[in-house]
């Protein structure tokens, strides 16, 4: 679970609150990862004070609420070393809409799939020049530029993809065919039809 983990490597830095590992998180990827929710936040805090991977007091104060602050345990940090130690690998299939709707376009025909190609280039060229942009205004934050430029890759990773559905549209339409085998009112074989397949 990375938001687990990264809450915990914030805390490797000390004892935090929610607020600020929120603000510091995001300070630190959330151009590109976007906010981190902060109820989502507290489940994640409560999560870990429930497993033992981190502690949590109340400090009071004088003119607000008290605060609930959290320290990272000793088991806590050996589980941030053990997932740092980990390597990423997928855990399932490779799953993206874009492939769903190539599936579903295929079956309406060619017009369908140049539609859904023409679209997706087009939001792909718009992320590009957003990302570039995004990239400028970073220049000085190295996690945060290399965050931004390993999205770059994957968005013109994922434009090739779509230029590679472009050239093969007449393959993706054409379904293939196969044998339906037709029963008569006794239910004896009365020979095939050929049927597009799906």
């Given at each position: 679970?990375?938001?687990?983990?990264?809450?915990?490597?914030?805390l490797a830095d000390g004892e935090s609150h929610g607020y600020q590992l929120k603000?510091?998180?995001e300070e630190s990827i959330g151009p590109q990862w976007g906010d981190l929710n902060i109820g989502h936040l507290y489940q994640v805090l409560d999560r870990l004070v429930r497993d033992e991977l981190v502690t949590k007091h109340e400090v009071p104060q004088t003119a607000?609420?008290?605060?609930?602050v959290y320290e990272l345990t000793e088991a806590g940090?050996?589980?941030?070393?053990?997932?740092?130690e980990t390597p990423?690998?997928?855990?399932?299939?490779?799953r993206d809409d874009f492939f769903l709707k190539l599936f579903a376009s295929s079956r309406l025909g060619d017009?369908?799939?140049a539609k859904v190609v023409r679209a997706q280039r087009s939001a792909y060229l718009?992320?590009?020049s957003s990302l570039a942009d995004l990239r400028a205004g970073h220049e000085s934050d190295p996690l945060v530029r290399l965050l931004i430029e390993a999205a770059i890759l994957h968005t013109e990773a994922n434009l090739?993809?779509?230029e590679l559905a472009e050239a093969n549209r007449k393959q993706l339409t054409a379904r293939p065919r196969r044998t339906v085998v037709v029963a008569d009112e006794t239910g004896a074989r009365a020979g095939g039809r050929t049927a597009d397949a799906g």
């Open positions: 679970m990375p938001i687990h983990h990264a809450v915990l490597a914030l603000a510091t998180f607000r609420p008290d605060k609930t940090n050996d589980e941030l070393e053990r997932w740092l990423f690998a997928r855990q399932g299939g490779y017009a369908a799939v718009a992320e590009l090739r993809v779509v």
